[in-house]
């Protein structure tokens, strides 16, 4: 799946795609929205964890992990400001299967 985005408040060319389309991406797109505390300097990707297939031992659609592609177009620093941030968040991340392995967690890129 391949999702492209602009923020309400961006001016183009700014662009976020967000895909998951790869072995093991797992991800849905949901919205690109300002951030509510620094909307002029912060974009906030609303993603949602995508349940695992229903497993018929355990009578159970799991949902744990997540996997995706950010790509990011048109977002840099200007006019000597600090460089645009984007907030990756995890709508869904406490409907998860283990939501208590989330506390300290650290995502990578």
């Not at 389309?21 to 974009?43: C, S």
């Not at 006019?79 to 990578?108: L, M, Q």
Request: proline letters at 6%; a neutral charge; charged letters at 20%.
């Amino acid at each position: 799946m391949f999702r492209k985005a602009q923020p309400e408040n961006a001016k183009p060319p700014v662009s976020i795609s967000i895909s998951d389309a790869f072995d093991g991406g797992n991800i849905k797109f949901i919205r690109v929205q300002p951030n509510e505390l620094d909307p002029k300097n912060t974009t906030d990707v609303i993603l949602h964890i995508k349940p695992d297939n229903y497993t018929e031992l355990e009578k159970i659609g799991h949902m744990q992990y997540f996997s995706f592609r950010a790509t990011l177009n048109g977002i840099g620093s200007g006019n000597g400001s600090s460089a645009h941030k984007v907030r990756y968040v995890i709508e869904n991340a406490e409907a998860s299967s283990y939501p208590e392995a989330w506390f300290g967690t650290t995502v990578c890129y």
